[in-house]
């Protein structure tokens, strides 16, 4: 997974130059083949230049590659938009970005998310969504819409109540435990989630904190087989790269084999419930 702009126009090309190489095709004889500047294949290669759709349908024609035509697309059309800082993605307040989400929800049918060390907001009580918030915009420093980012947060939850959607949500049990807010909100927190494991359309997960994990993972959020979101601490990453999708639904895959779920999940909430009183 790449990480900015640049770095995902180089892996792009480093990939294109390696069908190439299998294609026993020197750089210039690619370019004369595809009545191209002799030029543009090293600029490509080295992420100088990104090409076009079109040029990722000569190239992988031209070194019999064909079947990675949309795997190439997909991460070409990706590239503006797959890394987008977080002072540019809250430019407009929370509230923006809770509209946002929502088109994404909306446009799914199986929404699949993990989050090891925070409640989703799907699932979060007004109380502990303005904490969350709060933090946020302290933390970048952008404009300051507190009630009205809370208040789309929980209007968006809306979404589990409607429509033939399904959601399978999986937290970390650390996000049990890790105080957002004072006790009560966590007691309000986690009192919310044994309410809404008991919704028709949720499917609900706790991966015990003792739990050998695949890989170190953050959270992530998959919309059908099309779409997925990563956050990390300075930016929002969005992945559509067929491969790349498949590996998510992997790990989650191997997640929810190692999760808590019904009576189990229970136990775990009522537990770290004590802990708060």
């Not at 020197?26 to 002799?38: K, T």
Request: positive net charge.
């Amino acid at each position: 997974m790449t990480n900015s702009p640049e770095q995902a126009r180089e892996a792009l090309g480093e990939r294109l130059r390696e069908l190439r190489q299998s294609a026993g095709l020197s750089g210039s004889e690619l370019a004369r083949r595809a009545d191209w500047h002799q030029t543009r294949v090293p600029k490509i290669e080295y992420g100088k230049t990104k090409p076009s759709i079109a040029d990722i349908q000569v190239w992988c024609t031209l070194t019999g590659a064909e079947n990675e035509i949309p795997n190439l697309v997909a991460t070409l059309r990706n590239i503006d938009a797959a890394y987008r800082e977080w002072r540019r993605t809250l430019s407009g307040g929370t509230k923006q970005k809770q509209h946002e989400i929502l088109r994404l929800m909306q446009q799914s049918k199986v929404i699949r998310a993990f989050q090891p060390s925070l409640i989703p907001g799907l699932l979060q009580t007004a109380e502990y969504a303005a904490t969350v918030l709060r933090r946020s915009i302290k933390f970048h420093g952008i404009p300051d819409d507190l009630d009205e980012g809370v208040a789309k947060r929980i209007e968006r939850q809306q979404i589990l109540y409607r429509g033939d959607r399904r959601f399978h949500i999986l937290v970390g049990e650390q996000a049990l435990y890790n105080n957002v807010g004072r006790d009560s909100v966590m007691i309000g927190q986690l009192d919310r989630l044994l309410a809404a494991m008991g919704l028709p359309r949720v499917t609900f997960g706790i991966v015990p904190m003792r739990t050998e994990l695949p890989m170190q993972l953050t959270n992530f959020v998959m919309f059908d087989q099309r779409r997925v979101t990563v956050e990390s601490i300075s930016a929002e990453l969005t992945i559509t790269q067929p491969r790349e999708i498949k590996l998510y639904h992997r790990t989650f895959d191997v997640l929810v084999g190692q999760s808590a779920s019904g009576d189990d999940a229970r136990a775990l909430i009522r537990a770290a419930l004590d802990k708060h009183q």
